[in-house]
């Protein structure tokens, strides 16, 4: 194991699961711990489960964490906390706040020379690369995003931390004709109801107030109050039955003229059978990269944005200029 870029785990739900087991196709990576506030915790992998209240003593056992917490309320308060002792990596998803998580974080992170990459994942992650490519390349034209069909973890997330909620489920599904009108280069404006649907399935707790439960959920800011969002009742056994599948996905469209009015489109789209497996894929790249930033003396905040790609990559610069290139 010499040589390895060290990884634990805060965190062990479906993406802290995602990361321990594509971890294990990084030849230069191994698990060392995860991190939890469960005091009993069963994991695949044979690695010791550490409460939270004791990862300091960890501090030189650790490269890099990948934090697996929800956007809403876990990581927010853990990373800030983690970044004073770690190099971190996350996928902070709510995009209206970016910019002051990336603040708290890299003060976190600057106290301490270590290296935080906030925010990875595919959206934001490697959509938010796409609209910087398709902008920097067309600065005039418009850009368009579209996630779906598929299980938004960090909706759901939201969903389950609403009192009388169960169990929950939330899909994001984009309008099919404000979809067609962009690839058509038509540059329509479009609100945020216009492209796409939020479609909830949730598990209610018996004797709670459903109709108090939809309320909150559609009213919800930065997470449902500016969508059409429809709100579905199911037991247990049918949201297992029909909706346990992680699937995901999404498209960005820019949209552009050069030249004589010459219209100009760039897509760029991802389909996943598995959002947390895919995105845990990504924060173990991006953990690469942050562990060989932090090694530069690149410390405090970063976003995929600050991040050449060769940084993320197994591959040699030789290799990646030979087959990649």
Known sequence: MKGKIKIAICGYGNLGRGVEKEIVRSEDMELVAVFSRRNMLEIASNVPVVNMKDIGKWTDKVDVVIMCGGSATDLPVQVPAVAKMFNTVDSFDTHAKIPEYYKAVNESAMSANKTSLISGGWDPGMFSVMRTYANAIMDQGTTYTFWGKGVSQGHSDAIRRVAGVKNGVQYTIPVEEAMERVRNGENPELTTADKHLRECFVVAEEGADKAAIENEIKTMPNYFSDYNTIVHFVSEEELKANHSKMSHGGFVIHSAETGNGNKQIIEYSLKLDSNPEF?????????????????????????????????????????LRKELL
Request: proline share 5%.
């Open 279 to 319: 995105t845990a894929s990504a924060l173990i790249a991006l953990a690469r990269a942050t562990y060989r930033m932090n090694k530069s003396g690149q410390y405090g905040a970063k976003t995929i944005l600050d991040v050449p790609p060769a940084l993320m990559s197994k591959k040699s610069s030789e290799e």
